[in-house]
Each structure stands twice: as structure tokens, then as C-alpha cells.
């Protein structure tokens, strides 16, 4: 990864500086008690720790030579990296104050001992020293002696899995092969279809932009195929620049398996597996062999298709085993899609930084994607967190040229409009207005709650064939289900029916429905859902923008400042996709005005400090306090009988609850296994959960 540094002079120091740190991390094990702890055979009983703390030795050499920076390497290789601030009260600087005295005593031994085994021992530090210039060189060769530590362990116990010969991106080939699927595809609507043609011409346009690397947007209407023509960019960029991997970072799991299929289909070669090519990387993925998992998760299959939550908290963790993967990042063309959702809002300061960095300094190239993109960058916040990192502002130049980009924006206004319902509405007049409206219709509510209520009342008032109901009260297994029969619905030209729904189905999904209702959020949740409706254009398609009265459906503690944003400018007709920038100002500048809105400039004024422990703990895209609820009675059994069951189908038949809740739901611990609880109330694969609520309406969870 080091070739991709760019700044020449600083490639042979960087790597000097990690293998000073290889070379000295496990020093302290040659002291006599912890050499006599190794040397023995062990069973099941090997011990989980040395007498003596064996980080100190290769601190303690490290620092005696002058180099700081390989020192702090070994001490966080177990430790992970500490803020500065509680480095620098240690006295000796980074060493251990129980044992320094000891160590320094048996440090001359050590080192003799050192070099009888390796040959070499140590090298000395060279005469110009690796200089970080960001947060992200410390956690970039934090992960390089990580990995390396890691994977030997692994390959002397046996636990590691990897193939014999990994596949590379050989981007000309993969965009070769892209090329003629798009083909295809294209001719399968005719020469006629107008929505193919706007598609064909922004793929061109994508295919033929400058590989400059940098940072690059997107603002390309729902529905126009920027999956495939930003691959295409990335794939041409990649191959100018022999760039080594691909990453593409959605919001949600669900559009990562679709995406991971359309990838699979369109870029991998004869020959080659498509696990080892395409690989997800998300909680609940699932590979046919161990080593197409060590693939995805280490990151080292050519492209990756990862959630933000995964990709952005690496880019700011301090923990060794967070950051083992982050050196596949240097050298990488990045597609973040739907950026619009990728974190909350004050959260892109930091994270926009980390991006420039490993721009600039680590050979990377970003394109920032979205059919409701609010170019946050170009907002003032922005230049406050560049400021406290000593950047300038750097251009963020549009991908498609600005003739097919026209004709795109036009065809979006022809496509669907939006309309806010004028005044606050109840559960019953909310339900009356999707009976009366046309086609098939999606609704998406702020919370589970909501979503689970008007499920169960348009299936009291219609029967239960008139309405799907898709969100995380029901288990894994049961979504995938309900989503699967949504797809066949739509395929049908079923008309009479409605899906409610979370946000989880508002972005990225492949879904056409001829009517849409939101419950208010922020102004780029509408237009999201406006590119689930009428997404060929084949008619004008409208969404409906409404508020709950707040006693019938408690109201998203989250959404209160981006719909209060969303309502001014309702009043002012500023509603469209060329406004979301002005969204985002207002929600920031309400948070603001609330003291509310200091959490991301924060993080970056610790993150220029160097206090990395802060940075990991306080940069959190889901803040989730909850707890693993099994709701099938078949797992719960086997449970509380004492078998076990995999991992993979606890998640199948699992919902995650807030801790919170825990005294007033039908909840009780699984004997023996004190992180999971079971269901105990009503389940049923239409309501999830809360079937239990709307069978019970006086239950204690309604509250």
C-alpha cells in the first residue's frame, strides 16, 4: 500500500516505521518469566496472559532510538490507540510504570536474544522518519502491524482461511465486461424507451469523465442507473491510476444484497468465483466458504460492497481489531451511494476530512452519489472542520457532463410531484386517504410503532391481502420473506394493495408503486420516496407529505429539526431535488441554534489532537442501546434445552429491541446465555412484534 503514498519521500519511512514496529512488538516476550511461560506445552489451559506485560521491551528500545512513532505502534497493538492526552501523563513517555525498571534492566539481554533468533534484530531508524501528516497515517500503520500480527497467529493456530491465489480488479476487463452488459440491457427496452435513453446517455457520460483522481459528485435522478455508470467512472479511473480495489458503501443491508447481485452479474469474469470478486460485507452476509469470508470482512477481495456504518466507524476507530482492515483503503476508487443517508448530518464534518486525507495523501478517489444529494460539503461548517485540519477547500466537480444531467433533472420534474397535506392527520383519516388513492401504494412511517399501527388497521378495514407491512419488528427471516412477495406483487400488476413501511425501503431499493405517502422527515426521505414511485415514468406519480397527531403514534425523537427544515420550506415552494442542500443548512443551523450542534467539529478538534479513543467513541452512525430478542419459539427451546445454535440463525430468527423497553415488553433472559432474551408474546410474520401491541391495545408497550 505504501506506492500509493504521494508523497514519494515518505514511502520507504513509512515502511521502515512498520517494520521497526513488527520486528519490536513482541520484545518483552523474550524476558525470562514470560519466556518460561511460552516455552510450555499447553492443552485446553494455555493461559490468556504473560506474567509481564510484554509491550514494554519494544516500547522501551523503540523509544531509546528516537522513534516515537513506531513506539506508539507497539504499545496499541493490543491496547489499541489512547488519546494523547492520557499518553502524555505517563512518565516514562509510553511506558509501563510497574515494570520499567525491570524491563530496562533485561533490555540489553532481550535485544541479544532478538538478534540470535532473527538474524538481523532490530533495524536501526533511518535518517529521515516517517512524518504523519493526519490521524489516518497513525491508524493506516496501526492496521498494517495489526493485520500482520493477526495473520500469523492465525497461521500458526490454524484459524486463518485464505485462498491460494487471490483475484485482482483487472479493471480494464471488468469494464469491458461492463460495457456489454449495459448493452444488453439497454436493448431490452427498445429504441423507444425514453427513460433507457436518458440512462444510456448519463452511463456515456460517466464512462468518458476525467480519471483525475479526487472527489467527485453525483446528483443523477433516482432511477437513471448510477450503479452501473459510477462503477463504470471507478472501473476507468482504476485503470489509468492501477488502483487496487473498488469499494461501494450503501446505508442499508437490504440494497447491499441487490447490489452485490447486479455487480455479480455484471463484472465478474470466466472463470473466477463471485464471492472472491464482488464481496458484501454487513452483519448478515453469508459466504458458502471460510475463506470468501476472510475475503469480505479483511477486505481484500478487489471490490467491496460494505455498509456505511462499517466503513465509516473503521475510518474512525482506535481498536486494533476495527482497524486491521482499514490499509485495504489506500489506492481505492470509492462509490458512496445515497450519501444523503450514509450518517447524521454533523457526523459528515469529521468524515469528510478522513476522506480528503486519504484523497490527498493516500491515492484514493471518491464519487459522493445521490438522487437526493444536498452537497453538504459546500456548506460553512465544512471550511470550520478543513480549518482545524490545516486544509484549504478543494474542488468536488460533477460527474456528468451538464447536457445529460439537464435532460435527466427534466424528465424527474415530469415524473412525479409532491404534495403536503395541510393539516395534522389521525390514524383514521391516514388510512381512509391510502384506501381512496390509486395503484399500488407505499407509506412509510417514522417509527416501527407507526408503521405496525396503520399495517393493522388497513387489515381490519380491507382484509390482510390489501396490505404488506415491512420493518425491524419482524426478524430477518420474515422480511427477506416479505420483501421477496412485495417484488412478485409489483411484477403481478397487482394494483390493490398497499405496503407500509420504515425507511429501510425509501432508498436504493428497486421498487415502483404508482402512489407514495411519507410520514414527514426530513426533505431528502421525500424525494427518496419519490424514486420509488413511478420510477419508468410511465405516468406522473405523486407523494404525499403528511403529519401524525402525536398522541395516537409517539413521533421520531430524530426527525423533530429535519421536519421542522422540510415544513418551512413546504411554505416557502422550495420543494425539489435542487433544494436539499438548503435543507440540510436549516436543520444544522436549528440544531445549532439549540445547542445541539457541536457534536461533528467537536470530534474533529479531537481527531487534530490526537486523542483517537475520544474520536472512536463519540463517532457512532447508529447509537443503538439494544438487546437480541429470539421470537421463534423452535430456537428459543433449543436454547433454554442447553444446545447451541450458529450465529447466522440467531440473526435469522432475532429482532433487536431498546433496552429501554425491556420492564415493559413481554421479554424474559434465555437461562445460561446472558446476552439474549426471548419473545413471550404474540409474533406472527405479518405484524412482527408487535402484533403482540395491536392484538393487546391496552398492553404496556403501547405507552
Known sequence: MARFLTEPGQRKPFIACVHRAAMAHDLGKLLPENAEVLSRSYGMDRPTRLPVNHVDAGVAHLMASGDAMSALLVWAHHAGLADASTLCKTSPPLRDPTIHS????????????????????IPPLPDAGFIPSSSLDHRLALSCLVDADHGDTGRHYGSTSLPDAWPTLRAADRLAALDAFVEKLGRKGGPGDARNAIRAEL???????????????CDSPVGTGKTTSIMAHLLHVAKVHELRRIFVVLPFTNIIDQAVYTYRKALVLDGENPEEVVAAHHHRAEFDAPESRELAFQWRAPIIVV?????????????????????????????????HAAMPADLWLPAWVWLRSACQRWGCHFVLASGSLSRFWELDQFRDAEKIHGMVPMPVRPLID????????????????????????????????????????????????????????LAQARGRRFVEHLSTALCPRDRAATLRHVKQRLLADDSEWVLVATSCVEAGVDFSFRTGFRERFGLCNLIQLGGRVCREAEAEGVVYDFVLRADEVPPHPGARLAA????????????????????????????????????????????????????????????????????????????????????????????????????????????????????????????????????????????
Not at 308 to 322: C, D, G, N, R, Y
Not at 667 to 690: C, R, S
Request: net charge neutral; hydrophobic share 40%; glycine share 8%.
Open 564 to 703: 421542522l427544515a422540510l415544513s418551512s420550506l413546504f411554505g416557502e415552494g422550495l420543494v425539489g431535488q435542487e433544494h436539499c442542500r438548503e435543507a440540510l443548512r436549516r436543520e444544522l443551523a436549528l440544531g445549532a441554534s439549540e445547542g445541539n450542534g457541536g457534536r461533528g467539529l467537536a470530534i474533529c478538534v479531537d481527531d487534530s489532537a490526537g486523542e483517537f479513543r475520544k474520536v472512536h467513541d463519540r463517532f457512532r452512525i447508529i447509537d443503538a442501546d439494544t438487546v437480541t430478542v429470539i421470537v421463534d419459539p423452535h430456537a428459543i427451546a433449543r436454547l433454554q434445552s442447553g444446545s447451541t445454535l450458529p450465529r447466522a440463525v440467531l440473526q435469522e430468527v432475532s429482532v433487536q429491541i431498546w433496552t429501554s423497553r425491556l420492564e415493559r415488553e413481554p421479554i424474559a433472559p434465555i437461562p445460561g446465555w446472558p446476552q439474549l432474551y426471548a419473545w413471550q408474546g404474540v409474533y406472527d410474520d405479518f405484524l412482527g412484534y408487535l402484533a403482540d401491541a395491536c392484538a393487546n391495545p391496552r398492553h404496556p408497550s403501547q405507552t
Open 102 to 121: 525491570r524491563v530496562d534492566e533485561a533490555l540489553a539481554v532481550c535485544m541479544a536474544h532478538h538478534a540470535q533468533e532473527t538474524g538481523d534484530g
Open 203 to 217: 452511463y456515456r457520460s460517466a464512462r468518458k469523465a476525467s480519471p483525475d483522481l479526487g472527489i467527485r459528485s
Open 307 to 339: 455498509t456505511a456504518v462499517q466503513f465509516f466507524e473503521t475510518l474512525a476507530a482506535a481498536a486494533p481489531a476495527s482497524l486491521r482492515k482499514l490499509h485495504s483503503l489506500p489506492g481505492s476508487a470509492v462509490f458512496i451511494d445515497e450519501a
Open 402 to 457: 451538464d447536457a445529460p444531467r439537464a435532460h435527466a433533472m427534466q424528465a424527474e420534474q415530469r415524473r412525479v410531484r409532491y404534495v403536503s397535506i395541510p393539516r395534522v392527520v389521525g390514524m383514521e383519516e391516514l388510512a381512509d386517504a391510502v384506501m381512496r388513492a390509486s395503484g399500488p401504494r407505499i407509506v412509510v412511517m417514522n417509527t416501527v410503532r407507526g408503521a405496525a399501527m396503520l399495517a393493522h388497521r
